[in-house]
């Protein structure tokens, strides 16, 4: 079956540093999502990608989606320690449900 | 407008014990799903619903039973619970076909002892 595969699965950094994670999937698909967890909260929708090469921002944050469909990647410049918690790519291929990758867990210290 | 309510919010069940989480959204979607969250595992689903009156197995159905009540409600049960089930439950909708944006409600932790 599809499988989402998210790197890193933690990243510790300074606030002000760059942070970066990266999804890829095993098939091709028809969107992705992003969402954004909190330490003892639910996930949150932020953002999703429909087209080949798409690229998207929100403030600080960057998203793109690969020319084949098939990898994403979430790009927050200058972290700040509101961006603590864990971030997932969820992709589908069936139109039916969103498989989640594992999470990206990031923790900015001061 | 209050999105998706869970209840309960914890429970504590012994082994053998069963119990039913529910579930219901008030924006009129039409799918449905339940997750699953264990530490480093992310979010996996166990059944989900993509319209009134259907339902599917996920990547985890084993030890769960479904039933989407009405367009507005879906609720999960486990019929004899096993420590395995100790877990993070969430339930989500989102608007077919397009599945932009599921909302998730504030999620189940049911600890199985």
């Known amino acids: 079956g599809q499988q989402v595969m998210q790197i890193p699965q933690y990243q510790h950094v300074q606030e002000g540093e760059d942070f970066t994670t990266y999804c890829n999937s095993s098939?091709?698909?028809?969107?992705i999502q992003w969402y954004k967890q909190r330490p003892g909260g639910h996930p949150v929708f932020l953002i999703q990608?429909?087209?080949?090469?798409e690229v998207k921002k929100q403030k600080r944050l960057t998203f793109q989606f690969g020319e084949a469909k098939k990898n994403s990647s979430l790009h927050i410049t200058a972290t700040q320690t509101t961006d603590v918690g864990t971030y997932f790519c969820?992709?589908?291929?069936?139109?039916?449900?969103?498989?989640f990758g594992k999470g990206t867990s990031l923790l900015v210290t001061p | 407008n209050a999105g998706v309510t869970q209840t309960p919010k914890f429970q504590v069940l012994k082994t053998g014990q069963s119990m039913t989480l529910q579930c219901a959204q008030d924006m009129n979607h039409n799918s449905m799903y339940w997750y699953r969250q264990d530490p480093g595992m992310g979010l996996r689903l166990i059944y989900y619903?993509?319209?009134?009156?259907?339902?599917d197995k996920g990547e985890v159905p084993n030890g769960y039973n479904v039933s989407r009540l009405n367009k507005r409600e879906f609720s999960l049960r486990l019929e004899s619970a096993a420590p395995s089930q100790t877990s993070v439950y969430f339930c989500a909708s989102s608007d077919s076909p397009d599945l932009i944006g599921y909302t998730f409600g504030s999620g189940t932790r049911l600890t199985v002892v």
């Open positions: 990608l429909v087209k080949s090469g």
């Open positions: 969820a992709g589908t291929n069936s139109g039916y449900a969103l498989n």
């Open positions: 098939t091709t698909l028809s969107n």
């Open positions: 619903s993509a319209s009134e009156g259907t339902t």
